[in-house]
């Protein structure tokens, strides 16, 4: 089955997915995080991508973040492809690519979903059982969202500012959304839907995506359709 091409849309929110090849591990170290973070704030800067949200999981990586240019996205990925492989490789005597095949990407509908889909991603060390509470786990943007510890790689998106009418305001009433866990439907939505690629939000909003980028943007119905 031939695959749809990229979302190429500017400014509109994407959930990305790096997962490490056959499962294996892309972080070994502290430092290995610290590196990786390094490279994605250094990419996104050049590549005019704005971070809203992240987490570094020992085998997989979520990122949150808005276009400013189409090609965005995948720059920046590309720009982490080099860099950061190339550390690895070097510090662990490997070769080739780290990551399992293409990213994984979906567009959301910021206004409904990016809060959400937010939480989902700062939430994954606590599904994983890595740790007990989102602010126990060092890397990922919880402490910059939920606590007001700034971290000058992330831009507020326009639902967070909406929050509060400071800093401190906006990241108190963040953290108390986290008072209400993620149910297991919205969890499996937002990872359905970016694994296969099918945009994050109601029917009106995939109908102006699909007008946008020219490629279907969710999944088509199954079986066969009824005869007239």
Same mark, same amino acid.
């Given at each position: 089955?031939? $695959?749809?091409?990229?979302?190429?849309?500017?400014?509109?929110?994407?959930?990305?997915?790096? !997962?490490?090849?056959? +499962?294996?591990?892309?972080?070994? %170290?502290?430092? /290995? =995080?610290?590196?990786?973070? /390094?490279?994605?704030?250094?990419?996104?800067y050049n590549y005019n991508l704005?971070?809203?949200?992240?987490?570094?999981?020992?085998?997989?990586?979520? #990122?949150?973040?808005?276009?400013?240019?189409? /090609?965005?996205?995948?720059?920046?990925?590309?720009?982490? +492809?080099?860099? =950061? #492989? %190339?550390?690895?490789?070097?510090? =662990?005597?490997?070769?080739?690519?780290?990551?399992?095949? $293409?990213?994984?990407?979906? #567009?959301?509908?910021?206004?409904?979903?990016?809060?959400?889909?937010?939480?989902?991603?700062?939430?994954?060390?606590?599904?994983?059982?890595?740790?007990?509470?989102?602010? /126990?786990?060092?890397?990922?943007?919880?402490?910059?969202?939920?606590?007001? %510890?700034?971290?000058?790689?992330?831009?507020?998106?326009?639902?967070?500012?909406?929050?509060?009418?400071?800093?401190?305001?906006?990241?108190?009433?963040?953290?108390?959304?986290? !008072?209400?866990?993620?149910?297991?439907?919205?969890? !499996?939505?937002?990872?359905?839907?970016?694994?296969?690629?099918?945009?994050?939000?109601?029917?009106?909003? #995939?109908?102006?995506?699909?007008?946008?980028?020219? $490629?279907?943007?969710s999944q088509l119905p199954k079986? $066969?359709?009824?005869?007239?």
């Amino acid at each position: 089955m031939a $695959r749809l091409p990229r979302y190429s849309i500017i400014n509109q929110p994407q959930h990305v997915i790096l !997962q490490g090849r056959k +499962g294996q591990s892309v972080f070994h %170290q502290q430092q /290995d =995080y610290q590196y990786f973070h /390094d490279c994605l704030d250094a990419a996104a800067y050049n590549y005019n991508l704005k971070l809203h949200a992240y987490v570094l999981m020992p085998d997989h990586v979520h #990122v949150l973040a808005t276009p400013g240019n189409a /090609d965005s996205v995948s720059r920046v990925v590309q720009s982490i +492809g080099r860099n =950061y #492989v %190339q550390y690895f490789n070097e510090c =662990y005597d490997g070769s080739g690519t780290l990551w399992e095949g $293409r990213y994984r990407a979906t #567009v959301i509908d910021g206004k409904h979903y990016l809060l959400t889909c937010s939480r989902y991603i700062e939430l994954n060390p606590v599904r994983n059982q890595l740790v007990d509470k989102p602010q /126990d786990y060092h890397w990922s943007s919880y402490a910059h969202n939920a606590l007001a %510890q700034t971290d000058e790689m992330f831009t507020a998106a326009n639902e967070y500012r909406k929050l509060g009418d400071s800093a401190a305001e906006c990241a108190k009433a963040y953290r108390k959304l986290f !008072q209400a866990k993620l149910s297991q439907q919205q969890v !499996q939505e937002i990872t359905d839907a970016t694994v296969k690629g099918w945009v994050l939000g109601d029917s009106k909003f #995939v109908r102006k995506i699909e007008k946008l980028s020219g $490629r279907r943007a969710s999944q088509l119905p199954k079986g $066969r359709p009824r005869g007239s």
